[in-house]
């Protein structure tokens, strides 16, 4: 980042090459649509590229990066819109026409758990209240420590391990629920 | 005193891996011989486990184009920002002030040529002839003086 803040644009294209996967997948799992997440992640990409002349290394550049993006998704899930477009996005993964869609995206080997599975958790994770959200993401995706997970939200490490404890607990609430009805 | 049966977050705190070795000591402990606390340490690893089981997408083809275009776009803007900087800094206000006020004074130049006379004015200006007789009256007695030094230079 330092480099191409010096003005090598190359250095910005690796920096893009390596976290772009992990960034469109953490976009993916915070707004629950694959559009949207492409969206989110070249919003984010772009905010990098605009604040190089600003930049200065105060911690890791991946907590920088993943803080940019969990700003960016909490954005986007505060507008009206994304309460529309959640409830299509349910109505769609309900249908065949979800499946369809998603078999070229994805990589075969990667769907282990059933369809139907994966469409509760992602279902239970856009529910979540958005700090707990936040925190367990940050959390399974960047696998970042509490102390880095409070300086991207902004609250204590103590609140961070709250968060995440109550967002899994509200997880496996959820998912309890669903696996007691297919009972 | 660490009592996951009080304060549950020790169990997430263990799964994170972010307790000491005596706390997390004292946590396994606990948990051995808690079945609550090892049921509810079994679910949130499940959650866990279903969160990490998601497939992971690939991005769209459309993704690094779409993205670089943004970064044109943003570029471009920055160029028409830093041409109006540009005009706005130094000498360049001065200048454009000074030619914008001489222009504006032309305009008002143009549809205003001149300010209206008064009516004393224009009362002499109608009868500059008749002035022009006061003029030579009040001057009579040099007038008369002067014909007889004529006359004297004529006679000399």
């Not at chain 1, 996967?21 to 953490?26: G, P």
């Amino acid at each position: 980042m330092l480099s191409f803040k010096a003005g090598d644009q190359g250095a910005f294209r690796s920096l893009f090459d390596n976290y772009k996967k992990r960034i469109i997948n953490y976009c993916y799992r915070f707004c629950g649509h694959p559009e949207v997440a492409e969206e989110l992640a070249q919003e984010t990409f772009l905010k990098v590229y605009k604040a190089a002349p600003r930049y200065r290394p105060k911690a890791r550049f991946s907590t920088w990066l993943f803080k940019i993006a969990t700003n960016v998704c909490l954005n986007e899930i505060r507008k009206p819109i994304y309460r529309n477009r959640l409830q299509s996005m349910e109505d769609e993964q309900d249908g065949v026409h979800f499946a369809t869609a998603e078999t070229n995206r994805f990589r075969p080997d990667d769907m282990v758990a059933s369809r139907q599975e994966q469409q509760m958790v992602r279902r239970a994770i856009c529910r979540l209240p958005r700090k707990q959200r936040a925190a367990l993401l940050l959390r399974i995706d960047g696998e970042f420590s509490y102390r880095e997970i409070g300086k991207q939200i902004n609250c204590s490490e103590n609140h961070v391990k709250t968060l995440i404890h109550r967002g899994r607990q509200r997880l496996r609430e959820t998912l309890a629920a669903h696996w007691e009805r297919k009972k | 005193m660490i009592d996951p049966c009080k304060d549950e977050t020790f169990l997430t705190a263990l799964m994170d891996d972010v307790l000491s070795d005596a706390e997390a000591s004292a946590v396994h402990r606990h948990v051995a011989h808690c079945p609550q606390c090892r049921q509810k340490l079994a679910q949130l690893k499940e959650a866990d486990a279903m969160l990490r089981g998601l497939p992971s997408m690939e991005a769209s083809a459309d993704f690094e184009p779409a993205f670089w275009r943004k970064v044109a776009a943003e570029q471009e803007k920055r160029e028409r920002r830093s041409w109006a900087r540009y005009l706005l800094s130094g000498w360049r206000p001065v200048l454009t002030g000074g030619l914008a006020a001489g222009l504006v004074a032309g305009i008002l130049l143009l549809t205003h040529p001149g300010k209206s006379l008064s009516p004393e004015e224009l009362f002499i200006a109608e009868h500059v002839e008749l002035l022009n007789d006061y003029d030579v009256i009040n001057h009579l007695d040099l007038l008369e003086q002067w014909e007889v030094l004529q006359i004297m230079e004529d006679q000399s």
